[in-house]
């Protein structure tokens, strides 16, 4: 398949409690990436990282906190969710910084704050 | 940082008909130009791109053209069947050369009308 896969696929969380998204590569690409899709807004980049342990913010980052503690693994986490955070966050992979080659998009967890 | 703009938000063309989907980028550096697709439900998946050392490519029905000059890109679909219904996301690579995320526009949902 595409190489990279997120869990859970959905999950209904109650406003307040953390909530840790989590997404696995087996490509070996170094560079990883969250987004989150609202309709009206598109895709919209939350944290990305260019390394074991590198990391940083993109456009709406308030929230969230990421971490990658190995090259496969990117976890996005919801320190206290809020119903604002309803929305369906993709991880993307690439090779080259900056996407230059294009992205492979994993199938996305839908989030449900109520 | 880089802003997208993307018009028109819903095109609805006939069947065997053309359609256009048109973008604008703000940062001059920008040189790399995907454009997704994403069927209802599915993920985003990489259709065709564009550097800006060329002006134009194609791909069977899809090509994509660019205008450094103006900052601007175009999709350009001909013959369109069916199974072109889907949203479509133009971006751009981020402004600075770094690795940061690409910056996407809000997308394009195409209807075919049989």
């Known amino acids: 398949d595409a190489g990279i896969t997120q869990s859970p696929r959905h999950k209904v969380t109650e406003t307040g409690t953390p909530v840790t998204l989590r997404c696995h590569q087996t490509?070996?690409?170094?560079?990883m990436y969250w987004y989150r899709q609202d309709p009206g807004h598109g895709l919209r980049l939350i944290h990305y990282?260019?390394?074991?342990?590198?990391?940083d913010k993109g456009e709406v980052s308030d929230g969230y906190s990421v971490s990658r503690s190995k090259t496969e693994d990117f976890l996005l986490t919801l320190e206290s969710a809020t119903s604002s955070q309803t929305s369906v966050y993709f991880c993307?992979?690439?090779?080259?910084?900056?996407?230059?080659?294009?992205?492979?998009f994993g199938s996305g967890t839908r989030l449900t704050v109520v | 940082g880089e802003n997208v703009e993307q018009h028109p938000s819903t095109l609805s063309v006939q069947e065997g008909d053309s359609a256009v989907i048109k973008c604008t980028y703000s940062?001059?550096?920008?040189?790399?130009f995907p454009w997704y697709k994403q069927e209802l439900g599915k993920r985003p998946q990489l259709i065709i791109d564009?550097?800006?050392?060329?002006g134009e490519k194609k791909d069977q029905r899809i090509a994509v053209t660019l205008n450094k000059t103006a900052k601007h890109f175009s999709l350009h679909i001909t013959e369109t069947q069916p199974e072109d219904s889907a949203v479509y996301f133009c971006?751009?690579?981020?402004?600075?050369?770094?690795?940061?995320?690409?910056?996407f526009g809000k997308g394009t949902h195409l209807i075919i009308q049989p």
């Open positions: 940062d001059s550096a920008s040189n790399y």
């Open positions: 564009i550097r800006s050392n060329v």
């Open positions: 971006a751009a690579t981020p402004s600075g050369g770094g690795a940061d995320g690409l910056t």
């Open positions: 490509e070996n690409h170094r560079y």
């Open positions: 993307a992979i690439s090779e080259s910084p900056g996407g230059r080659d294009g992205y492979t």
């Open positions: 990282s260019y390394g074991v342990k590198d990391t």
